[in-house]
């Protein structure tokens, strides 16, 4: 492999001698300062800003379940959850204790990940402004999880019950599925074949206290660790604390060898093809496998000219894919390809056909994903594909750079991880654009064709998994016959693709500008403008993202206003309309035409409004306009386009119903809505009744009068840029004057008592609950953070008596939100859903029932309150520099007269647990309370 990429470089230097950088080091960003300590153990630490106040500590580890022995099977992760579960310096639960307490909550802020080859923990955003002594406490948690758990007896017993109920929780077809072809994907005993994270519970129940204990002292160790810490702190000061802090870990004695376990040549294809009676869809992974770019080579300029490369090609290999998917009977309903770990192993690569299929169309599907694979592979791009794909990278290089200084904590602490683990480069947003330019303007597209057919031997290395649901009736290739049909399309003389291209402008004809005849300042810093066409505006100019400009266009109505008898056309309206493009370009023609812009706009037409939602870069503020024009002016029919979407549901639909998940989904809305069914998912019925032509007439009426919506632009462009804008695309829009309202009896929250307990067959019998209440409340302010305050306690309780105490779930929660929209009606809700053993479920959910009651009467803890308190100001004061905080916000504001920005401090301090008890109780006492249970039952 070594041989091939040097010979690919040797080419590259012989096209061009511009791009004298290759033989050259990548460097490292400068500001960010790599050490490691004698023990072996790296740290990385980097000033960052963003958020302001707050840093960010990881640990990450070159251990994952790949090197679990058979008897150990599920101790990774089952480790990884020790990790919470009582350390040196923090026993017991005192460690997520002392991280709420200062707003740093379990689960998201406070978590962690266990994978086959890493394993990796966080503590995000943590607030050392506020706190400066969470740094050192922090530091200590990482070292406690590095060399400090205490692994006592009770704990890990207490334990397996919260693992076994995550199995049963993950225990889906799909994964089903995975576990029994992995040994078949990974032949001859291979250790990817069997050693997913989850483990097996025959393990996970039974295991000696000593074996995990064992299995911690031999892999957790200085030498496969590196400590992270990225924000807004003193790099020299953590430098220090991090050496005295993890100096004191031990150097290991004859430390035992990371292994990395390597996958196999196979000469003839390996094809899997595996059914499963509740895989919902047919979902194969056609793969060529090939061999990683070796890790030692990637600290060189070869590197970055490869990954350049390649990303191009998987950029005009997917356009083409998607090119395909807008004409009539598709051969698949989804599919991509990319390049990357050959399923689960880290040490294999494989150029990947990622493909959706009906049943009864796997072979027509997985073959011509495979053809073109072949195309591009043989007969390589066009010249014009890859000016797009050239232009595409470029942008997405440019804003980088553009918004640097908004880049997060948490996305650098990502990137160092994959430095550590996989030796990716850290070079920096101004190194990368640089150097980007220079690798676009010196690779030709004959030197990215020659990269990209050097991946894969065609003659070796085939793997097909798929995924498929067991049907009666329904009769799959045998795997000799797949092998025989991907056989054929390697023999077969395929040609090039031919690039359609078009100089046609987005927009052959500007409109007539109108007028901004009104000028008045708003609220939350907010400018008002009144256009000509009867159109509102309303402005803010932010400096938080250089490189960011949101707009939203809003109105009421929606669905809401047509009859019950249109659902079919309703239900798909927004899918439906956008399928055509706009103005003269169809959806393929329009991204070649955007390539190398940065903008998006979308619209909807949901129940009680209709909606754009749109973003760009200032330097494509017009084109954003020129879209949204275009999207309220010409929608574009596209019969072929359509005739493809429909032909995708309707396979996609079929088989749905064989997802548990699917038939609590939809008991869940005929349950809690009133006229549920503008809510419920498509039907075959629904798709055979949908009229085309109808539904683009009701998509173009709710966009047809611009005095109706109300325009909210936020972001880095001036009001001498954006006014010319307005006057040209938005004051130029149709209008006839008339405002609609929506019709709120349409649809919402069933009032009384309800219950719905049903049985299922499940392969892995499984109950899931799920318990709703809503009542009628005002929308203030104060109101909205004490319903919040009390949810985020009333989940810490649940989580602790449910999960942790009994042992039953493996994640519970209240989730709700108090809202004013759509106006006029203010209502709360609040739901609870959790998943455990059918045989405890009755048990489980009068437990689940006396906790709520006794919350409503007794609660909150005081201590409980205060993280609670703690986590929304962090919260808050991270999204007063967030254009999108302030687009809502005030669109918000707009709709309910609540300025949600406004004293949030002073309102959120004095919120009292009786406030709480008091809002919590008033929901309850309002008896609109639904119980949805599905019960499995065993097939």
Not at 312 to 319: E, G, K, L, S, V
């Amino acid at each position: 492999m070594k041989k091939i990429f040097i010979s690919i470089f040797a080419a590259l230097l012989g096209c061009t001698v511009s791009f004298a950088q290759q033989s050259q080091p990548i460097p490292i960003d400068p500001a960010v300062k790599i050490g490691k300590l004698e023990n072996g153990l790296t740290y990385y630490i980097r000033k960052n800003s963003e958020p302001a106040g707050q840093a960010n500590f990881y640990i990450a580890q070159k251990v994952g379940s790949i090197l679990e022995e058979e008897n150990q099977r599920g101790l990774a992760h089952f480790l990884e959850h020790m990790c919470f579960n009582g350390t040196e310096h923090f026993p017991g639960n005192s460690l997520i204790k002392y991280c709420e307490s200062i707003g740093v909550k379990f689960g998201e802020n406070l978590n962690a990940y266990t994978s086959i080859d890493e394993t990796v923990y966080n503590i995000d955003n943590v607030p050392v402004g506020k706190v400066p002594s969470a740094i050192d406490s922090c530091l200590w948690i990482l070292h406690d999880w590095a060399d400090g758990l205490l692994l006592t007896d009770e704990d890990i017993d207490s334990e397996r019950g919260v693992i076994h109920e995550e199995w049963r929780t993950r225990a889906n077809a799909q994964i089903r599925i995975l576990e029994k072809s992995l040994p078949v994907i990974y032949p001859d005993g291979n250790r990817y074949g069997n050693r997913m994270p989850i483990g097996t519970m025959e393990v996970v129940d039974n295991f000696e206290y000593d074996l995990l204990r064992s299995y911690y002292e031999k892999w957790y160790r200085p030498d496969l660790q590196a400590i992270i810490v990225v924000g807004d702190i003193d790099v020299n000061e953590v430098e220090g604390k991090i050496r005295d802090i993890f100096g004191t870990i031990a150097t290991p004695v004859d430390p035992a060898e990371r292994v990395y376990f390597g996958v196999p040549d196979n000469e003839e294809p390996i094809i899997c093809l595996a059914t499963d009676k509740e895989q919902s869809y047919a979902l194969s992974y056609l793969y060529c496998k090939h061999e990683p770019y070796p890790v030692e080579m990637r600290t060189d300029m070869n590197y970055l000219v490869y990954e350049f490369a390649i990303s191009a090609a998987t950029i005009m290999i997917n356009d083409r894919i998607q090119e395909m998917l807008q004409k009539p009977e598709p051969p698949f309903i989804a599919a991509g390809i990319s390049d990357g770990d050959f399923l689960i192993a880290r040490t294999e690569y494989g150029l990947c056909g990622q493909i959706v299929s009906s049943e009864t169309g796997l072979t027509e599907a997985v073959t011509a994903v495979y053809r073109e694979m072949l195309r591009a592979l043989r007969c390589g791009f066009t010249e014009s594909e890859f000016e797009r794909a050239k232009a595409r990278i470029l942008t997405e290089l440019e804003s980088a750079y553009n918004s640097r200084d908004k880049k997060k904590s948490a996305d650098y602490c990502k990137e160092y991880v994959r430095h550590f683990i996989d030796k990716e480069p850290i070079a920096g947003a101004e190194f990368d654009l640089t150097v980007g330019n220079q690798i676009a303007s010196a690779l030709t597209v004959e030197v990215v064709n020659q990269i990209f057919s050097s991946l894969v031997d065609e003659n070796k290395n085939l793997v097909l998994f798929s995924l498929l649901p067991e049907k009666e009736g329904v009769v799959y290739p045998t795997e000799e016959q797949m092998a025989s049909s991907l056989a054929a399309v390697r023999a077969e003389d395929i040609q090039p693709y031919v690039d359609a291209v078009s100089d046609e402008p987005l927009m052959s004809e500007l409109p007539q500008p109108g007028k901004i005849v009104r000028v008045k300042p708003a609220e939350m810093g907010y400018t008002r403008y009144d256009l000509s066409n009867g159109a509102t505006v309303y402005f803010r100019q932010t400096d938080f993202n250089p490189d960011e400009v949101l707009m939203t266009a809003n109105s009421c109505g929606g669905t809401s206003l047509y009859s019950g008898n249109l659902n079919s056309d309703l239900k798909v309206i927004t899918d439906v309309m956008n399928l055509g493009g706009v103005g003269n370009f169809s959806q393929t023609e329009l991204k070649k035409v955007l390539a190398g812009k940065k903008v998006k706009v979308n619209a909807k037409v949901g129940i009680f409004t209709e909606n754009v939602f749109a973003s760009s870069t200032p330097k494509d503020l017009e084109t954003m306009f020129q879209l949204n024009y275009l999207t309220f002016t010409s929608m574009r029919k596209d019969q072929d386009a359509f005739d493809s979407w429909l032909g995708r549901e309707k396979a996609s639909v079929m088989n749905r119903q064989n997802d548990p998940m699917s038939a609590i989904q939809d008991t869940l809305v005929s349950t809690i809505y009133f006229n549920g069914n503008r809510a419920e998912d498509v039907t075959i019925e629904d798709l055979e009744n949908i009229d085309y032509d109808r539904a683009l007439h009701i998509a173009s009426q709710r966009f047809a009068n611009a005095a109706d919506f109300t325009f909210i632009i936020t972001g880095a462009v001036s009001e001498k840029e954006l006014l010319p804008l307005l006057e040209k695309y938005v004051a130029s829009l149709p209008a006839h004057g008339a405002q609609e309202k929506a019709d709120l009896a349409k649809f919402g929250f069933r009032s009384g008592t309800l219950s719905n307990v049903f049985e299922r067959e499940m392969e892995v019998p499984m109950a899931t609950s799920f318990f709703f209440n809503y009542a009628d409340m005002k929308y203030s302010l104060k109101n909205k953070l004490a319903y919040s305050l009390g949810l985020n306690a009333l989940s810490t309780v649940l989580l602790e008596e449910i999960r942790e105490k009994e042992g039953g779930t493996y994640g519970i929660g209240a989730y709700g939100d108090l809202s004013g929209s759509p106006a006029p009606r203010q209502q709360a809700y609040m739901q609870i859903a959790y998943q455990s053993d059918p045989q405890r479920y009755e048990y489980l959910n009068t437990r689940v029932r006396e906790i709520v009651a006794d919350f409503a009467e007794n609660g909150p803890a005081e201590e409980e309150l205060a993280k609670g308190k703690e986590f929304y100001l962090k919260e808050h004061n991270e999204n007063l520099r967030e254009n999108s905080y302030w687009s809502q916000a005030f669109s918000n504001y707009l709709e309910t007269k609540v300025d949600i920005t406004r004293d949030f401090e002073s309102v959120l301090e004095s919120i009292t647990a009786k406030d709480v008890r008091k809002i919590v109780a008033k929901m309850l006492s309002a008896n609109n309370h639904s119980e949805v249970i599905m019960v499995g039952t065993s097939k």
